[in-house]
Structure formats: C-alpha cells, structure tokens
C-alpha cells in the first residue's frame, strides 16, 4: 500500500520560509515524477511544482518561480518544497502527489496535504 506524508507546515510570518517535506511508502520512486500542488479554502486546486525522476528538471507554477525550489532524494523516498519570501496569499494546504500532472492536476497518488499559513 502506498503512503505520502508531508510534513513542516506551520505558521509564519510573511517574507519568511518553510521547508515541507513528502515521504512516500510502499513504492520506489526512482521512476516516478513528483510534485506539489495547493488549494485554499473557496478556491480551486493550483499546481506548484513538479520535479521529474531523475531530479534534474523542474517546474513551476507562475507564482512559486523564483521563491519556491523543489528538490528529491530518491534513496530516502523523499521530496522537498522549500518555500522562501512567502506571502499571505500563499496560505493554503499542500498536497504531494506521485507522477502529479498539471492538466487537471491529476495524480497516482497523494497525501493528506500540510497547512500553510502566511500572516501578514
């Protein structure tokens, strides 16, 4: 069976950073893209980033370029969001998601998702 946690949400002030992190269990996931996408209450699920298997390329939603870096580390099963210079409008639960895809943002697999909360 397969789980993705995330974790290190919070709150925090605006112009500071976060670090979450997505764990994957019960699959390898040296093959698998991975990404991030996030929905705040009322409005409707937006993609952050995504990451192919290798790690080498990336890709971001028009907001998080240049303030949002995704990052693996297959041998752990693990992918990171670090997330610098938020803003209030960043608040919202994030959502990992093996092989994430931005049309329709639809997915294998997915977490529980992390609170983010950016106080002005």
């Known amino acids: 069976q397969v789980q993705v946690v995330e974790s290190g949400g919070g709150l925090v002030q605006a112009g500071g950073s976060l670090r979450l992190s997505c764990v994957v269990s019960?699959?390898?996931?040296?093959?698998?893209?991975m990404g991030w996408f996030r929905q705040a209450p009322g409005k409707e699920r937006e993609f952050v980033a995504r990451?192919?298997?290798?790690?080498?390329?990336?890709y971001y939603g028009d907001f998080a370029k240049g303030r949002f870096t995704i990052s693996r580390e297959n041998a752990k099963n693990t992918v990171y969001l670090q997330m610098n210079d938020l803003k209030p409008e960043d608040t919202a639960r994030y959502y990992c998601?093996?092989?994430?895809?931005?049309?329709?943002?639809?997915?294998?697999?997915r977490g529980q998702g992390t609170q983010v909360t950016v106080s002005s």
């Open positions: 019960g699959r390898t996931l040296s093959r698998d893209g």
């Open positions: 998601a093996v092989n994430l895809r931005e049309v329709r943002l639809t997915y294998d697999y």
């Open positions: 990451v192919d298997w290798s790690g080498e390329n990336a």
